[in-house]
């Protein structure tokens, strides 16, 4: 019976000690979307809750990830098909060396929807990014709805058009 005690103390502590060492859960879907001040390429300041009543797809990448490459040309068709929609597609660069390399990355890969420069890296600490690309869906209310890391080529463009339909209802 002593045993069997000890045993139960040691399990329940051994528990509690990888509880309290969990990292925490990153920003993510039922948050709220944190409201960051995003500079824009074209020299325009702009807060998050500036497109509150539509829904925002926030794209966190950099011009050295490969992945971002491939996702996007996507994320322009997406954003082209969508424009007119209610529906922001807002792309993050979070690598910034130079604002010209920005620029010549963004003129390169035919980019036409708006580019914020995060160069004091708070919009990257406030959605707690730790890969790239990491995408997040921001429905009208101002909740994200989806966070979404890495690029899948058979599954993230299905998800996104998915995700941001049901934002927009």
Known sequence: MRRTIMYVVVVLVVGLV??????AKPVGEGDEAPNVTLNLLDGETKALEDYKG???VLDFWATWCAPCR??????VEFHRRHRN???????VAVDVTSRDEVEAFVQEMGVDYPI??????LAKAAYEIKNLPTMFVVDKQ???????????????????????QRAKS
Do not use: C, H
Not at 18 to 23: D, L, R
Not at 70 to 75: D, I, N
Not at 116 to 121: F, L, W
């Open 18 to 23: 990888i509880y309290a060492f969990q990292p």
């Open 85 to 91: 929609d209610d529906v922001v597609v807002i792309g």
């Open 116 to 121: 914020a420069v995060d160069s004091g890296a």
């Open 70 to 75: 491939f996702t996007m040309p996507k994320m």
């Open 142 to 164: 101002g909740r994200i709805v989806l966070r979404m890391e890495g690029y899948d080529p058979q599954n993230t463009e299905r998800l996104l058009e998915e995700t941001v």
């Open 54 to 56: 539509k829904v925002v």
